[in-house]
């Protein structure tokens, strides 16, 4: 049994850079997604809408909610529904914001035109896809990935971004024939690297984002048979794991109608975001619905302009009724079905921008490319029954 001693001077003495008296973390700070529902609900568990910002301890417009810097999070979820592209909303607002960007693409999928409709700036991205330009002979393999990210968290590189996990190749497979078999490889250079890549970036206050794969366990008889490649390290150390799943609806795609042919058009989706593991707020349950852009037309600006009007304090709630200038209704639904009526989005939205350059905001991306009048503004074809209000109004 260890012995009482309250003199902890002479025990600091001795273990003099290892520990200090006090275990009050200080965070290096975030980097918003650009969804402010989904930036609130890491940060603190819960639904904006339904929360007086005015009245919330330690909330400030000023200091930036979302993904935290220091960190590993860990991005995944099925083909097609958007991880990337959360990724370049992210990659966009650090280099906003000042930080240095690194996008390691193993597989080979960048996409320049849905990094900038995002907001990411692709000239000033530090890019690699493993192919080395000095010497196309020799190849990068998964333990160079990993050394390489621990040398760029020493140099100062903000945020890296991983797409994806499951395509890291270890060097005992590169160099393999074909019919070779390996089981676990990957599972078990995470495993021994993933601790050391955390450690960098706590040190360093690197923003680390793991984009990673579905797949599906076939032994799994009763329960949920899905999976991530990489095994349990990369789970285990994540401090915040998002889940980006399609929304399987008739209102999911995002679809206008083509002013010059009268045609329909896909420019976007919905995507269902669930915070899977959060170690910086209390468990938020329900998923978080945000739309997926392909293209630079924004029909649904006034949810955007709403929520940034929330962000920054301009739009305030008061037992469901939401209150801007001298506007007061109840539910967001209907507010913003006001806005809409009383064609007031151009007045909304230069509010909002005002009051984001006051409170030193940086807005999402829609926002920033928001002309008035400008055609990148088109009118949403509504299909099925009409959305379900997220405040329940």
Known sequence: MAKKNNNSDDLLKHLKGFCSQGADFKSPGNIP???????????????????????????DPN????????????IYGEEGGGKSSLAYRVAGYAQKM????????TEHSFSPNLATINGCNKDLLLYSNLVNEENPD?????????????????????????DSVANLVPKALMEADAEQQ????????????????VGYAAKYGTLLIFINQLRENLRVTYGDPETSPGGHS????????????????????IIIQDEETGDEKLIGRHANIRIIKNRIAKPHFPSIQVPIYYEPYFPEIEEIAFDTGRQVKLITVMKGVFKWREIRIEGKKNFISHILENNLIDDLINDVKE?????SVILPPELIQYEKGSKNVAKKISRGRPKKDSTGS
């Open 33 to 59: 997604t650009g969804h402010f529902s989904l930036d609130f609900a890491i940060q603190y568990g819960m639904d904006p809408t339904r929360v007086d910002l005015n009245g919330l301890q330690g909330y």
């Open 63 to 74: 200091k930036n909610l979302g993904l935290p810097l220091g960190k590993l999070v860990e």
């Open 98 to 105: 000042g930080y240095l960007v690194a996008w390691i693409d």
């Open 138 to 162: 020799k190849n990068f393999y998964g333990e160079d990935v990993i050394d390489n990210i621990c040398k760029m968290c020493e140099y100062g590189v903000g945020v890296i971004i991983l």
């Open 182 to 197: 390996f089981m676990g490889l990957l599972a078990r250079m995470l495993s021994e690297n993933v601790k050391k890549l």
């Open 234 to 253: 990369l789970k285990h150390n994540a401090s915040v794991r998002l889940k980006v799943s399609k929304k399987n609806s008739k209102d999911a795609n």
């Open 355 to 359: 009051k984001a350059l006051e409170k």
